[in-house]
């Protein structure tokens, strides 16, 4: 059954994810809010499809849509780049330049203002992201990084990467941490998906100021302690089968 329910939202996502980019085309001659509206969508389409197979999600804390913040997310799976598109309102990703080269969807990364990041320049990708970063937020943009710069399978320990304090000293914007669990149900790099309740945790932001040391003691404590209690579940059926 599993395998089939990954069929069917494999077979549905693709298409409509390929026939949206189509029609959505000429949207990259408008403004970029036009794009980003095309985000929320594809993010909102593709929370229905995960619905119809029995992937739901449960979202607490403050999303604070009502300011200028730099969410940095635990990543896990697919799930988030697509899906906080939609809960979120199409902040700024932080994304590696290689998506770029994606027909059409690469354009549609550039006209949604996205922070592309060439992970092989070293220094030089950290004085452009830092650039990128206080552009977005004089214009007002909200921006989501994922701090650990890949994905990372639950219960593996893996290293913060300094981009994200690089971002925060930049723009002077107040850091919210965000723990989920989607690796659960929708494993990175498979093509299996599996029903469950993804559960998403919008943490305790933390303010401008603090120096590198701090900060990046504090986002990962933040959320690799929410991260014991959301994976926990799963673990223990894991434990049990």
Not at 24 to 38: D, E, K, T, W, Y
Not at 142 to 167: C, K, N, W
Request: aromatic share 10%.
């Amino acid at each position: 059954m599993v395998y089939l329910k990954s069929l069917v939202f494999n077979s549905l996502f693709y298409v409509g994810t390929g026939i949206l980019v189509i029609v959505m085309g000429p949207v990259l001659l408008l403004p970029s809010r036009f794009a980003r509206a095309v985000a929320r969508f594809w993010g909102y389409m593709t929370y229905l499809l995960l619905a119809m197979i029995g992937i739901k999600q449960s979202v607490h804390g403050n999303r604070h849509l009502d300011r200028q913040v730099l969410y940095a997310v635990k990543h896990q799976s697919a799930w988030e780049t697509i899906i906080l598109s939609w809960l979120l309102s199409a902040p700024a990703f932080v994304l590696k330049r290689e998506l770029l080269r994606l027909p059409i969807i690469g354009w549609f990364f550039l006209e949604t203002g996205c922070i592309p990041v060439d992970r092989s320049a070293g220094m030089k990708a950290l004085r452009d992201m830092r650039l990128a970063g206080k552009t977005l937020a004089a214009k007002g943009r909200s921006m989501l990084i994922f701090p650990q710069g890949t994905r990372i399978a639950p219960g593996v320990d893996h290293p913060y990467e300094i981009g994200v304090f690089a971002l925060y000293e930049a723009t002077g914007l107040p850091v919210v941490p965000v723990a989920l669990n989607s690796g659960h149900v929708w494993p990175r790099n498979s093509w299996m998906k599996y029903p469950g309740l993804v559960t998403v945790e919008f943490l305790d932001p933390i303010d401008p100021g603090l120096d590198r040391k701090s900060f990046m003691a504090t986002l990962k404590q933040r959320i690799e302690d929410r991260m014991e209690i959301l994976d926990a579940p799963f673990i223990k059926n894991q434990e049990k089968a």
